[in-house]
């Protein structure tokens, strides 16, 4: 009995050393926002170009299946969405910001579909991880609605559970520029966009 004690306190003892030296001071803190808006590639490199966003992950949420493939995924029935895992830092980069480059980026009017890609697992939505990120959601998408005079379709649901895509997925407009290039010109992303915002999002965002 002594000894499982004497082991569960050095174990305690270790779980403490270690949380202390996560939460070091200085260290940014870091939130997740997670959003999706059709083709993962092209919404990981629009919040890629932002400051004080850490790191963006493509993958699958808001579906039943456990641990998903892109070939199921992109089959439908699954349930999951496209979507993109952000960690950011709040004291350089608000949440709004990016609800706002996210909107920029999307057809809203537009149901489980974007673009040339068409299926639930191309729906749109923002999955919010807290309250205050649920009240902004929700704030923002009345302003659009307003702004487009129009019905908004954009889910805004809690998030769940983040699967995040196959290694080749990940930076892939970086790592397979000509043939992202091609692909979203062929798919008529910024045209449309132009259409629905009056701008593309590089425009969009010089007037910010």
Not at 55 to 79: D, F, K, L, M, Q
Request: charged share 25%; glycine share 10%; proline share 5%.
């Amino acid at each position: 009995m002594k000894f499982r004690r004497a082991i569960a306190a050095a174990v305690l003892l270790l779980s403490c050393a270690a949380r202390l030296g996560a939460e070091q001071p200085g260290k940014p803190a870091r939130a997740k926002a997670t959003f999706a808006g059709g083709c993962f590639w092209c919404m990981e490199a629009e919040f890629e170009k932002l400051p004080g966003v850490g790191s963006v992950t493509s993958g699958y949420t808001g579906g039943s299946v456990r641990n998903p493939t892109y070939e199921e995924v992109s089959s439908g029935g699954t349930g999951h969405a496209e979507s993109v895992e952000v960690l950011f830092d709040p004291s350089k980069v608000a949440y709004e910001k990016l609800v706002e480059i996210f909107w920029e980026n999307i057809d809203p009017l537009t149901e489980n579909g974007q673009f040339c890609d068409h299926g639930e697992q191309y729906r749109t939505a923002i999955f919010f991880h807290d309250d205050a990120q649920k009240r902004v959601a929700e704030e923002s998408k009345k302003r659009i609605e307003a702004k487009l005079k129009a019905k908004v379709v954009t889910q805004i649901v809690p998030a769940s559970a983040f699967y995040p895509a196959e290694e080749y997925h990940q930076d892939y407009s970086k790592k397979n520029p000509f043939r992202y290039g091609l692909y979203r010109k062929g798919c008529g992303r910024d045209e449309l966009l132009e259409q629905i915002w009056g701008a593309t999002p590089v425009e969009a965002k010089g007037k910010s």
